[in-house]
């Protein structure tokens, strides 16, 4: 005997030894388990009772021993004193859902990825030199406790102490991912990197899942009517387009409230310079500056809204998310999700131009005239609308000194003589036709000249195709006013008495001031 307490004599048995015992002299209490537990349940006065347990530390149902020899042989099987502890790194999306190689937005870099971690007892002391399996393969942390995981690993300790407080902690999540949260033995989840465990009989869980992150680039571009990027070297580049703001707001879903708030403080960068805020999600970009808005969580919903522009003029053409064309009517993305990759939204304005479509009533010289008459002339606008020419149908002109204007149905409008209608915001690039559809009696077509310049071979009173540029988009269709000259032949006598003569036949010549004979239509009584 080594110890007493009073009641007992206590004794260790060695493993794989028999040991012999008077029953006529001693009571037997058996302890199975650590040599500091007593279990009185155990105690037996005439029998010995063996009582085990399992690895799990489960108990065995008790066993009675044979007591009809003194030196019956009886064994203890006592169950060990350690445990496991599992550390499991899982990669999610902003709903929580766990990623795999096989899904959409598992990360092209995810499988190389090393995770790094460090192992320490609640006091600090490192987890130094400490044996872990990942799979198959056995490893061994450093002097500082660190070991590492790719995403989808765990890492088993064995033969840890039951009862010791362990410290797990993520030093580095990796580049392109966040902590999402960390589960210890299926608990409450936490956002602290640090994982503190005490371990408990029958093993013990933590898993570390990160947030995947990825960037979303917001760009502006000004573009012509058929969509082509311009910039400053472009012909129909305006003077002011450089200095032209846009204002933009990136908004997020609330779960909470199930609606789209803005995304105050968002960070982001223009250009590749420094990052800055997004104060209550706003941003500006001029025309073709992007905006990079850095480590949003993978499977999270946002929209970009173009909510104005410092000129009024810039129209609002399209967005694309990812090179699709989006069908919101808010000037917005809609609703889009972050994915793993490419998540790219392009926000396209229609640099502003304006048509003018003069009436002008000149003389047989050309030289303007004014013509105070209320007489009117008819005209059709064409657009193209990349296949075929279709009427400027119910566009807005204004005409000076009268009210607005609108097409009709056919792209018609009227004006009178000196009277101009100007179509404004229309696309630079756009392919026009302007033409004469009628005017009123007495005046006859001349010509259309499109910035000054004469348009010839045109013989339907028509510009022909054009295209609008950034300026001088001026169209001017010139009538002729006409008249009748009435020409009489008189013989008279000496007293200057009319004489009847209808035999004689007179011979005239009509030409212009400048000599060049005149070709014209005329009428002798009924006779053309």
């Known amino acids: 005997p080594y110890e007493t307490d009073g009641k007992y004599d206590c004794f260790l048995l060695k493993t794989d030894k028999t040991y012999q015992y008077d029953k006529s002299e001693y009571e037997i209490a058996v302890t199975v388990g650590a040599v500091s537990d007593k279990d009185t349940s155990l105690e037996a006065k005439t029998t010995i009772i063996k009582k085990t347990k399992d690895s799990t530390g489960a108990e065995i149902a008790a066993t009675k021993i044979d007591e009809s020899d003194w030196s019956t042989k009886f064994g203890f099987n006592n169950y060990t004193n350690t445990t496991t502890l599992q550390v499991t790194k899982k990669l999610v999306d902003a709903d929580g859902k766990e990623l795999d190689s096989t899904s959409e937005d598992w990360p092209s870099t995810a499988s190389a990825e090393n995770f790094t971690f460090t192992i320490k007892e609640k006091g ?20 500082n406790g660190t070991f590492t995981l790719k995403a989808n690993e765990t890492a088993v300790f064995e033969n840890l102490i039951i009862g010791t407080e362990y410290v797990i902690t993520e030093e580095t999540p990796g580049t392109g991912y966040r902590l999402g949260e960390v589960v210890v033995d299926n608990g409450t989840p936490s ?19 990160n947030e995947v992150l990825a960037d979303l680039t917001v760009t502006k571009n000004l573009v012509d009517a058929d969509g082509t990027v311009l910039n400053a070297s472009s012909a129909n580049w305006p003077a002011d387009a450089a200095e032209a703001v846009f204002t933009f707001e990136i908004q997020k879903y609330d779960d909470t409230n199930s609606k789209y708030v803005a995304y105050d403080g968002a960070i982001y960068t223009i250009d590749g310079k420094e990052p800055r805020s997004a104060t209550a999600g706003r941003f500006e970009l001029k025309a073709g500056q992007s905006a990079k808005f850095l480590n949003l969580v993978v499977g999270s919903k946002y929209k970009v809204v173009e909510v104005s522009s410092s000129n009024n003029g810039y129209t609002f053409n399209e967005i694309t998310v990812n090179g699709n064309k989006v069908t919101a ?27 003018t479509v003069t009436k002008e009533v000149v003389d047989a010289e050309g030289r303007k005239l004014t013509d105070t008459s209320d007489k009117t002339f008819k005209f059709e606008v064409l657009m193209h609308n990349g296949t075929d020419y279709v009427p400027y149908a119910n566009q807005s002109y204004a005409v000076a000194g009268k009210s607005a204007g609108t097409t009709d149905a056919n792209g018609q409008f009227e004006l009178t003589a000196d009277q101009t209608a100007v179509f404004s915001n229309v696309a630079i690039g756009s392919k026009y036709k302007v033409r004469e559809v009628s005017s009123s009696d007495g005046y006859a077509f001349k010509e259309v000249t499109v910035n000054g310049a004469a348009i010839t071979g045109n013989s339907e009173q028509s510009t022909g195709e054009q295209a609008i540029k950034e300026t001088g988009n001026a169209v001017v269709v010139k009538n002729t006013a006409l008249a009748d000259l009435q020409v009489t032949k008189k013989v008279v006598n000496g007293n200057n008495e009319a004489v009847t003569d209808t035999d004689t036949v007179f011979t005239f010549t009509i030409k212009k001031t400048s000599g060049q004979a005149l070709a014209a239509t005329y009428t002798v009584g009924s006779e053309t």
């Open 124 to 143: 600090g002391t490192a987890g130094a030199n400490l044996t872990y399996k990942v799979g198959a393969t056995s490893k061994t942390t450093d002097a």
């Open 191 to 209: 956002t602290t990197k640090e994982a503190n465990v005490t371990l408990a009989k029958g093993g013990n869980e933590i898993i570390v899942k």
């Open 329 to 355: 009517t808010d000037q917005s993305t809609g609703e889009q999700t972050i994915k793993e990759s490419s998540n790219a939204v392009v926000v396209k304005n229609r640099i502003p131009a304006a048509l």
